[in-house]
Nanobody
């Protein structure tokens, strides 16, 4: 089992920044690829970004390219999502997830999920 706990969400004005963190416990963190997803009210959960086990590669949804950066610190068992130039349409609950199965951009590939952290961007 892998337990994931997100933090860092909150209310921010459009154009602002937030850094989300996801702390992992349980099995070896470095053996999992990690992903960030988000879900807005009335919408399906969508892929945001993913990072490989060793941070060797990252991949972003179009909505996250340029503005968001995913990173991880395997020594701290933590994955991060730096979000800049936030827009009202980024408002959602953000989830981190862990997987050992590809493709890393697919929601159904992920076996472990955190409880989510709310991000609200005001205009």
């Amino acid at each position: 089992q892998v337990q994931l706990v997100e933090s860092g969400g909150g209310l921010v004005q459009a154009g602002g920044s937030l850094r989300l963190s996801c702390a992992a416990s349980g099995r070896t963190f470095s053996s999992y690829a990690m992903g960030w997803f988000r879900q807005a009210p009335g919408r399906e959960r969508e892929f945001v970004a993913t990072i490989s086990k060793s941070s060797g590669s990252t991949y972003y949804a179009d909505v996250a390219k340029v503005r968001f950066t995913i990173s991880r610190d395997n020594a701290k068992n933590t994955v991060y999502l730096q979000m800049n130039s936030l827009k009202p349409e980024d408002t959602a609950v953000y989830y981190c997830a862990a997987t050992q199965r590809r493709p890393y951009s697919y929601t159904n590939s992920y076996d472990y999920w955190g409880q989510g952290t709310q991000v609200t961007v005001s205009s």
